[in-house]
């Protein structure tokens, strides 16, 4: 059987690159006496794969694994177990079986259904957006203004070539604060009433909170076939800023200035359009 | 939430930002706030290295087992750390806390090579902790050395403030209840280092003094402090059945060297290897249970999540239950994805059967350690490991479907001669040789024959002690020379040689026989940017050079010479039980080819019997004969 596990991660897990992240869970399911599927051969290993890994230097709320076990019992017990395994900086939300594919069709595969993800990034306390920009008001003001403009085009590197894109289409959501991100987003869901499945099993956010109070929502394009990432977006508006401000009196995009952090990732109904979380689909 | 020591951007710009946040697997955690002890234990290289030591996780655990201790880790920063913890005056912490090491009661080092003594100073200036033992003040931490080197401890006496000689598992609690005596008595750091003095194995460098001969050499070395001992003994666990072992082993988020559990099956070794410093010092060979170790894998495998069991000791096949163990190993995880790996296994159908259960026959390679080209040399350096041995294991292993041999040598051992270096190729050769005698249909594909040679060191503590070391250029000329014989061979292209680098061993040997005098060539190379020395890539040979030169003294006189019998040695303080008579007839037998007995053929009366245990004990065992001990027959 297969199941999908959600999980958070967070704190100085943040330095734990997607390799060792995979090595860890690895070992962890085997401290958890978890009965996993192998891959056969003289160097098995466990069948998993993750949905989308994360950089280094970002947390999440939404991290998605799936894995092929030979046995299990009730995923409340899965959650409780494997979390009794883990160190700080990694929490099992869910364990979600998912169904058989069906008949004649191919294995669904996490990372093929990733579409979208939201995004929380927020300024780290000790640094400053710019010289003008000193509040959340500052920032909302100029961050609304950069996108108010017709198009964002960023010269975006791919193994072969540097290439002009538009990157505007592909920020599908975005919000100054709380209330306002959860209001917009309710439009953009498949099932707008029971984000992450049923509202009292839903965790804490376990994102970093900063005392400037500078963050942005986002909702953007993620996965296969059209992928943005929330510290590209900062770079445009930055860029933008030094473009109106003049070049020498604004700064340049910081990256160690700002935390992003994942909310939610998501796929696409292919029917609506609409968004469902990855632990909301059957298969 | 844990606090990190580091900024964001400091971790975001270093590579492998997870050597320095601890958080891992079976960390300890304690509250600092409550502990009447604060320990740091050091390995000076860097993290994925220091991890894998077990020798360390022993220690982390005895420690953290008292309540008012707080044992936590430290490792050498990786140079891109280094840098810009110098640029910012950043302290050096401890991974568990994160707070910095010059606030701990004490700071442990471990002394695995002789080539990480640049990074204990790194470690020293880091943590802001004076490097010198005689600048220290009341306020710096205890820095203790311990570990292989501490069998030689001269060249960095004056960095430590005492060294503990032996194995770790039986003074710590009596040293650190000392200590917190000392501290509720406002007792001062010289009052406790005499206490320490006086327990057995511990050695305080400050309480003696040495006086040279014109030559350079020692004149004498005596205690200048009534408390402290003539004679170090130095520690000894006899009962490895029921001492401690680490059952819930640290796992590191990156990828340590040793990425496995790894269960120590005995200490010490028989065989008696005249150049093979752990097999004279970890004497008297000593078992652990069967049951214990059975026990010991179950829970360290279900403790840390590991896919992989290595055995550990200098001569797996000695473990008179080797069989059952590993097959039990097998039986019960091998169904489990587990893998097992043994090194230090020698080659007969017992291990043939084991290697093709546990591993890729295709893709392994067999290991032998010859060690000398010539069967001559072999009974000089007592290697019972004969050519017909290597051959028919070989051939063994080449019918079971191995076609990888990977085979170790040294050069530069004594009375090494031309023949004997040739003798190396032509071992190799006739290892092909009889691949080939098999019929094509039945053998897979091409042989690949790898011998490799390391540089031989002559160490304290082994019957080479006294000898003569071969130099740099005379190193070069050897490979270079053996280079030339394996191109002679008929299967050449069936082999591909490799030597170590020359330069980095010359050093190695004056570190290893070097006295006090080499703490400031050594002080003096770190100031001169000299740190990791033991990747080729940061060993700057020149600066070595120059800081000998600028203290007037030779690497040829530590290396090039041969030590007279009654010349007095730096490390002659210490009484490993091993007798300095023993070690000279070894010599002398060396040098007259003959082999001796390895212990559980008969006892050589080495010394270490009156320890009480270990294979000194073992039934059957014949009491040492004239003829062993007797120099002038045979």
Known sequence: MKARIKFQKYGSMKFIGHLDVMRYFQKAFRRANFDNEYSKGFSPHQIMSFAAPLGVGLTSDAEYLDVSLLSSDEPSTMVEQLNAVLTEGFHIVEFHPLLEPEFNTKVVTAMSLVASADYLVSLKDGYQVSDSIRTQEDFKKAFQSFFDKQEIVIGKKTKKSEKEVDIKPMVTLFAFDEKEYREKLKATLLYPESPGGAAAKKPQSVADVYENGIKLYLQIDTGSSANLKPELVMEAFYEEQAASVGADLEPSFEKFAWQVHRLETYTRDPETGKLANLNQVPR | ?634
């Open chain 2, 1 to 634: 939430m844990r606090k990190l020591a580091l900024s964001d951007e400091i971790l975001l710009t270093v590579e492998k930002p997870a050597r320095y946040i601890g958080g891992e697997v079976n960390m300890q955690v304690k509250d600092p706030a409550k502990m009447d002890i604060r320990f740091c234990m050091c390995f000076p290289d860097v993290y994925e290295i220091g991890m894998s030591h077990l020798g360390i996780q022993i220690l982390y655990d005895i420690i953290n087992r008292r309540e008012d201790t707080y044992c936590e880790r430290v490792y050498s920063p990786w140079v891109d750390l280094d840098k810009l913890m110098r640029e910012r005056n950043i302290p050096l912490f401890a991974l568990e806390s994160q707070d910095p090491v010059r606030e701990f009661d004490f700071l442990g080092i471990t002394l695995q090579y002789e080539m990480c003594y640049t990074n204990i100073l790194q470690v020293l200036e880091l943590s802001q902790i004076p490097i010198y033992a005689k600048d220290r003040t009341e306020a710096d931490p205890i820095v203790i050395g311990g570990g292989p080197c501490s069998y030689n401890p001269e060249p960095i006496a004056d960095f430590f403030d005492f060294f503990y000689i032996g194995e770790g598992e039986t003074a710590y609690d009596q040293l650190l209840d000392t200590y917190k005596e000392c501290k509720k008595a406002g007792k001062s750091r010289k009052e406790y280092l005499e206490m320490v003095a006086q327990v057995e194995g511990m050695y305080v460098p400050a309480f003696y003094d040495v006086v040279y001969k014109e030559d350079g050499t020692i004149e004498s070395y005596t205690p200048n402090n009534p408390h402290a001992p003539e004679k170090v003994m130095k520690q000894v666990e006899m009962n490895l059945s029921e001492a401690f072992y680490p059952t819930r082993p640290i796992v590191p988020f990156i990828k340590a060297i040793q990425d496995r559990v790894v269960l120590e099956i005995q200490r010490g070794c028989i065989r008696g290897c005249r150049f093979c410093q752990a097999g004279m010092i970890y004497r008297p060979t000593r078992e652990r249970e069967l049951e214990y170790l059975k026990k010991c894998a179950y829970e360290m495998l279900q403790s840390t999540g590991h896919e992989e069991i290595s055995l550990s000791s200098l001569s797996s096949s000695d473990y008179s239950k080797l069989q059952e163990l590993v097959y039990f190993l097998i039986d019960e995880f091998g169904s489990k994805g587990v893998n097992i790996s043994l090194p230090s296994l020698r080659i007969d159908a017992f291990a043939l059967d084991v290697m093709s259960k546990v591993q890729d026959i295709r893709k392994s390679s067999l290991t032998f350690a010859p060690e000398a080209g010539t069967q001559r040399l072999r009974d000089v350096i007592n290697k019972g490991l004969t050519e017909e041995m290597i051959l028919g294991g070989a051939m063994k292993a080449f019918q079971s479907g191995w076609n990888q041999v990977k085979l170790y040598f040294m050069l530069g051992l004594p009375t090494e001669t031309d023949e004997d270096i040739e003798g190396i190729a032509i071992l190799s050769d006739r290892i092909a040789r009889e691949y080939y005698t098999i019929p094509k249909e039945e053998r897979n594909g091409k042989v690949s024959v790898n011998p490799s040679t390391s540089f031989f060191v002559p160490k304290p503590f082994t019957p080479f002690q006294w000898c003569k070391m071969e130099t740099g250029e005379g190193f070069i000329r050897k490979a270079h020379f053996l280079r030339e014989k394996m191109n002679g061979q008929l299967n050449r292209k069936s082999i591909k040689y490799r030597w170590h680098e020359a330069k980095l061993t010359e050093l190695e040997g004056v570190l290893a026989r070097g006295d006090r005098k080499v703490s400031k060539v050594i002080y003096d190379a770190y100031k001169a940017g000299c740190l990791y020395d033991s990747w080729s890539e940061f060993f700057y040979y020149d600066r070595w050079v120059k800081a000998f030169e600028e203290n007037g003294l030779s690497i040829e006189f530590y290396n090039c010479r041969e030590r007279s019998e009654d010349e007095v040695f730096p490390w002659d303080f210490i009484d490993t039980g091993v007798t300095k008579e023993f070690l000279l007839r070894e010599y002398k037998r060396a040098k007259g080819e003959r082999v001796t007995p390895n212990c559980r053929q008969a006892c050589v009366n080495c010394g270490v019997k009156h320890f009480g245990g270990g294979v000194c004990y073992e039934k059957d065992i014949e009491e040492p004969k004239e003829a062993d001990t007797d120099e002038g027959k045979n």
